[in-house]
């Protein structure tokens, strides 16, 4: 409604400018001619020929809405050209009316007026149409942008959904292991797995969370990945400053790849083994890292499976396809690395 008011208002605004210019225009033409400037008769001739269709305006707005024109419905501009004739009539005669009253006099009927108010009732027409025109542009391109923004969240919740199972058949054959040989490891995983369960399923209802809430999420699978392997799993975290935990990562995005380094680093060995995590800031860019130092990765390993696919396709959907990185590569002193660059920002209050 308010929308609909300041439009309105801005019409009006329009014909109160073009009053004032043919005003200005015609006492300026009295005084280039050397005679007084008239302004009150110059600008009650300018206010009865604008005002009148100021006033007309939202019937042919609403009648140009009502016999919108197109290609298949050309019969329409018979329509509003029939109408357009007793509204260039009333309207001269109107006008003519309020000048005898205001003027005093006789005001006479031309034909010529009514050829001029009738080409004006075209031109509000066309206007008409113009704006109606635009709106459809503007009503499409915001569809546009809903439904690829619906497209994009379906499909970050398909790939949230597809790790979700991944994680728990994972987690789930780990107590399987567990429920004989260890008892009480495998029922304190079972109680841990039901925290992360819930977090997990939370976290799933937004893009991007906090880094602080992330690792939050990811101290409760650590706890269950120590179950599995006691004193040989250590993960150090390691985070450059304060405001970078208040910085926004996509939800579930270190856990995966944490899993991973478990896999290659710990589970393929016998022996203790240790992942690092530093979490960064450099100017506008978040740089994460995920270091192993188990025995590295095969050619066939580098590949994406399904936990670095799954990162990488969220984070392009989120971000497009150049503004992250994510790589993943052997370490030079032994071990992967899997090296995350993300856009730098804040989560803002609401």
Wanted: overall charge positive; proline content about 3%.
């Amino acid at each position: 409604m308010r929308r609909r008011l300041i439009f309105w208002l801005a019409v009006f605004a329009g014909w109160t400018l073009l009053v004032m210019v043919f005003a200005v225009s015609s006492s300026l033409t009295y005084a280039l001619t050397y005679q007084p400037p008239r302004w009150r008769y110059t600008i009650t001739m300018a206010a009865t020929e604008w005002y009148v269709w100021a006033a007309f305006t939202p019937l042919v707005a609403w009648l140009s809405r009502r016999f919108r024109l197109s290609r298949a419905r050309w019969w329409r501009m018979l329509i509003l050209g029939a109408i357009g004739v007793p509204v260039a009539f009333i309207k001269v005669t109107m006008t003519r009316v309020l000048r005898g009253v205001t003027e005093g006099g006789e005001a006479y009927f031309q034909i010529s007026d009514l050829a001029a108010q009738y080409l004006i009732y075209w031109g509000i027409v066309a206007a008409t149409h113009a704006w109606l025109y635009y709106r459809d542009v503007q009503g499409r391109e915001l569809r546009a942008s809903q439904l690829e923004a619906l497209l994009a969240q379906t499909r970050l919740q398909m790939l949230s959904m597809q790790l979700q199972p991944h994680f728990l058949f994972n987690t789930l054959n780990t107590i399987a292991e567990l429920v004989h040989q260890r008892p009480e490891a495998a029922e304190r995983m079972i109680t841990d797995l039901s925290h992360l369960l819930r977090e997990t399923l939370h976290a799933g209802l937004v893009d991007r969370v906090p880094v602080e809430q992330e690792l939050q999420l990811l101290d409760r699978y650590v706890e269950i990945q120590r179950a599995r392997f006691g004193d040989r799993l250590t993960v150090d975290v390691v985070i450059d400053e304060e405001a970078t935990k208040s910085a926004l990562v996509p939800s579930l995005l270190l856990q995966p790849l944490v899993e991973n380094a478990i896999k290659h680093g710990i589970g393929a060995r016998a022996g203790a083994g240790r992942i690092e995590i530093t979490i960064s800031r450099s100017g506008d860019t978040l740089a994460i890292e995920i270091r192993d130092d188990g025995r590295g990765l095969g050619d066939a390993e580098i590949k994406d499976g399904l936990g670095l696919g799954n990162c990488r396709s969220r984070l392009q959907t989120l971000y497009g396809t150049s503004n992250y990185r994510l790589d993943m590569l052997n370490r030079d002193t032994g071990g992967a690395v899997v090296r995350i660059a993300l856009p730098f920002q804040i989560e803002r209050a609401s």
